[in-house]
């Protein structure tokens, strides 16, 4: 679910239109026009940071999560019994096993790397996504009277699904295209991954035809693997607010039926990411003779 309380911001005299763009902002943290660094107070100044500016909400809940989930399950494996399994290691147990075997149907090589890997997105990304189930309405509105009574900042933007910000998504499919790359040359070395750019699918008579596609289809792979994730959430999050906005009265029930259907949308785009990785991955150790 997500926000819950329409009378709330309809007291403090926002517009659906405020209400909303309150909720899609961040907070960031960057380097204001006259040169000192700082908190932007609204998302003008958000936007006149430029790049180099940071989104301090999405960025802390990320790591948040991601540490949270690395020390419960390293707790769990500190713990862990072969004689007499407790309810919480069958659980860390079947996401093992889980995610093994998609590591088995998927990639046809020896690569330590791959099967914690694949373990770490998919939790850490289900992870992030659950948090659009979390009413924001209840965090932002802490967060906005810590900033109002600390930092001195009014309507303070505080997000807390880091999966909704294309900065995380992208990031990490970034890091995936990463290790495609350095895969794709250790295991074909620099000159045979050129070749295969330049000389397939139709030879090296067609070398200017197949640069067209290859070219475009290798980076296509981070592009849609970040802005698929990044688009289900945002989108989801922003129904969520349009009901809250909008229904009044009626938004419990269709609140209902959303969150019921997220409730498939944030597994599944975990499962998704993370098959795409494992694909991905497979075709960069595969070499001329497979």
């Known amino acids: 679910m997500a926000e819950l309380a329409v009378a709330e911001h309809s ?22 026009v006259d040169g000192h660094w700082g908190i932007a107070h609204t998302p003008e100044e958000a936007a006149e940071m430029g790049f180099w500016a940071v989104h301090v909400d999405t960025l802390g809940w990320s790591v948040f999560i991601g540490a ?12 862990a019994t072969a004689d007499t399994p407790g309810g919480i290691q069958n659980f860390v147990e079947s996401i ?3 995610v093994d075997a998609r ?18 997105i998919f939790v850490w990304v289900l992870l992030m996504n659950t948090m659009d189930l979390v009413p924001v309405d209840w965090i932002t509105g802490l967060a906005t009277l810590v900033g109002e009574h600390v930092f001195g900042l009014e309507h303070m933007s505080f997000k807390i699904v880091p999966t909704t910000d294309v900065n995380i998504t992208m990031g990490m499919s970034i890091s995936i295209f990463a290790l495609i790359l350095y895969y794709s040359i250790k295991r ?30 290798l980076f296509a792979k981070p592009i849609s ?5 990044f688009g289900n959430l ?17 938004q419990l029930p269709a609140y209902f039926i959303w969150a019921v259907f997220h409730l498939l949308v944030i597994p599944l785009q975990a499962f998704v990411f993370m098959m795409l990785t494992i694909v991905y991955l497979n075709a960069a150790h595969e070499t001329a003779e497979h």
């Open 234 to 250: 945002y989108a989801g999050e922003l129904l969520f607010l349009l009901i809250a906005s909008l229904l009044g009265a009626y």
């Open 68 to 79: 949270a989930f690395l020390l419960f399950f390293r707790y769990v494996g500190k713990r």
């Open 188 to 217: 074909k070395g620099l000159g045979g991954f050129l070749s295969e750019l330049a000389f397939h699918p139709f030879g090296k008579w067609m070398l200017p035809f197949n640069l067209i596609i290859e070219v475009p289809t």
């Open 103 to 120: 590591v088995g149907e998927g990639f046809n090589y020896k690569n330590p790397l791959i099967g914690p890997l694949a373990l770490t």
């Open 225 to 229: 693997l970040g802005l698929r994730l």
């Open 11 to 32: 007291a403090e005299g926002q517009t659906v239109q405020e209400y909303i763009q309150h909720h899609l902002s961040y907070l960031t943290y960057g380097k204001h």
């Open 96 to 98: 093992f096993e889980f």
